[in-house]
């Protein structure tokens, strides 16, 4: 077991170095095998270390296709925590174990096809939980790991009030009959993303995560770890295109030198660094901090400002570089696929919503 950030980032680099790193299955299996699944959970932990957590998505993201790093994220972010605090034995301590080894990949199934993903509340996944048998119905859309998984970790409704008290967790396996799967399309490869249907599952007692009623308060708080994730992924994508936009900017060839050399040019670039700046000032504390998830007004902040600095530093990197950024796999299509970080895991109107809900604890921490 790794014992530094240092060791930890040499292992993962050992790992990645024979691994396919744009085939997310094979590269979970050579993150598993290389033990840095596990490391990523020091001191017998079930939250990533926040810098291991940073190391391993910066060199995701230097490595692999924007969709594998997102089958990664979603798995040591969310579902290794949800599922190794809801049992410590049994059958999901056993797909824990799993997952740890790079065995086995399992989905986050939680956006319904029944309502908007922003309202989980009327979401129409359903499950009757009986003492000898557990079934499930619905269907959820654009799911992560969907056409790669072993399973599913579902939020299914088991009770009908619209309260945060109606919904559990099921692991669904995926060969599980009625359980069928469909591409979303070509977007976002290697992320094996797609949509999940169940139609009249049975499962095993034991496919129930935790208790009934827990799911939501558990996910929203797990949520915020995703959160975190997904600003120290938009921090190192930023980095990384800054640094190649920098880079190519000093070579191009313009009238007086280079493109550099333009005011015009220089300003637009130094204001995203700004941009970058003020993403890492707001990673920066909790790098240091605990694992396990930030408070619920942290993470949204960390959310939007994720999404804003991704969306103002992959625009100005196409807009900079011209028609070069048509290239295949230029910033354009990066740019695309970037959309995601104000989509996936709340979308950024719905985060500035619950943001205003806690403008009071925001001003108050301040200096
Ligand atoms: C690449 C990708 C991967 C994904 N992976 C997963 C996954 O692994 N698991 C999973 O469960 N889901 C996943 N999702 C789904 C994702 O979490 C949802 O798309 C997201 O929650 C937004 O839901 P929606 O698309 O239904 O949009 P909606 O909720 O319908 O929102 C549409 C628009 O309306 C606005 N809006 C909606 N409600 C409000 C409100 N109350 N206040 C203000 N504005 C509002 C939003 O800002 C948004 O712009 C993924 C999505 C993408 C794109």
Known sequence: MPESTADFTAALRTALAGADTADARALWRALGTG???AALYPDGGTQPDPRRLAALLAELDAHSPLGVTLSVCVQVATVLPLLA???????????????VRGETVVALA???????GSDLLDATTRTKLGDDAVTVDGRKDWITNATTCDAALVLARHREPRHF????????PRSTPGV???SAGRAFAGSGVGHLRFDGVALEPGALVGRPGRALAGFARQVGVERLAGALWS????RRLMTG?????RSRPAADGTLWDHPAVRDRYARCLVALRQLDALCAPLLDGPPGPPS????MVLKVAAAETAETITAEAVHLRGADAFRDGGEAALRTEAAMFGIAGGATGTMLAGLADHADDLLGSGP
Not at 235 to 238: E, H, I, Q, W
């Open 110 to 116: 939680v956006t319904d096809a029944g309502a908007s």
């Open 35 to 37: 033990g840095v699944i």
């Open 180 to 182: 069928t799967v469909e």
């Open 245 to 249: 936009l920098g880079d190519w900017l």
């Open 235 to 238: 921090r190192a994508l930023c």
């Open 165 to 172: 008290t109606s919904f559990c967790w099921l692991l669904v």
């Open 85 to 99: 605090e809801a049992a410590t034995t049994g059958p999901v301590a056993d797909t824990v174990a799993g997952m």
């Open 296 to 299: 619920t007004a942290t993470g």
